[in-house]
């Protein structure tokens, strides 16, 4: 089936302008998870949902760094007015009920550039 | 709290000889353990992981791994090593304590194989 999907691919952004990064999860799947991976880097947790509900928001960075996913389902993470340290791989996973409770799925990312 | 380290930064061996990349954890509680793959612009898979029951795991592609929680390791081993097996591997633990929703990502070992 549909794996997680992730839009856009590549996003440059000029400094200072806002952005949104789209997660599709897998169909069914409760749980949406948001990582940001710096160049050279693993990837560090940024915020988890379960449905509707945000549930742990502990790694987002700033104020700045905004998430949703007002119907349980596709979820959107915004940046405002953004940095070049913002530049790095957004990575969205996906767990669903019917997989091990620690399973999460991982979508191909979203490569940002702050210029 | 938790933590793994990834003791190889890079490895490199030659084309049907043994691999093995390093990871020793620390972890609170109970941990999961995982280790994913990441080939270029490719989203991150799932190799293996070990959820308390068998410390020997085993997963996709012949890769395996063993739990060993007096020396805090879970080590990924391949009897032989394939050109495909060139990627970016990560060693991942969450606190299942926690509900497993927090991965914490190793920093990434490199293998290289050659002919």
């Known amino acids: 089936g549909a794996g997680v999907s992730q839009s856009p691919r590549y996003k440059v952004a000029k400094r200072g302008q806002d952005v949104a990064l789209r997660c599709d999860p897998i169909?069914?799947?409760?749980?949406l998870f948001w990582y940001q991976q710096a160049l050279g880097q693993g990837p560090e947790f940024l915020t988890y949902?379960?449905?509707?509900?945000?549930?742990?928001k502990s790694g987002l960075p700033s104020d700045r760094f905004f998430a949703e996913r007002p119907e349980g389902s596709v979820s959107t993470l915004k940046i405002q007015r953004t940095q070049q340290e913002d530049s790095a791989v957004y990575l969205c996973?996906?767990?669903?009920?019917?997989?091990?409770?620690?399973?999460?799925?991982f979508g191909p990312g979203t490569r940002l550039t702050v210029l | 709290a938790q933590s793994v380290t990834q003791l190889d930064s890079h490895v490199s061996v030659s084309e049907g000889t043994p691999v093995l990349l390093r990871c020793n954890y620390s972890?609170?509680?109970?941990?999961?353990l995982f280790w994913y793959v990441q080939h270029p612009n490719k989203g991150l898979q799932l190799l293996l992981k070990?959820?308390?029951?068998?410390?020997l795991v085993k997963g996709i592609n012949g890769f395996e791994a063993e739990f060993k929680k007096s020396e805090t390791s879970f080590h990924l081993t391949k009897p032989s090593a394939h050109m495909s097996d060139a990627a970016e591997y990560f060693c991942?633990?969450?606190?299942?304590?926690?509900?497993?929703?927090?991965?914490?990502f190793g920093t990434g070992t490199q293998l290289k194989v050659e002919l």
């Open positions: 996973a996906s767990r669903g009920l019917a997989a091990s409770p620690d399973t999460q799925y």
């Open positions: 169909s069914g799947h409760v749980s």
């Open positions: 949902f379960q449905n509707e509900a945000q549930l742990d």
């Open positions: 972890s609170s509680y109970s941990p999961s």
């Open positions: 070990y959820t308390s029951a068998a410390t």
């Open positions: 991942v633990v969450s606190d299942r304590k926690g509900g497993g929703n927090k991965l914490t």
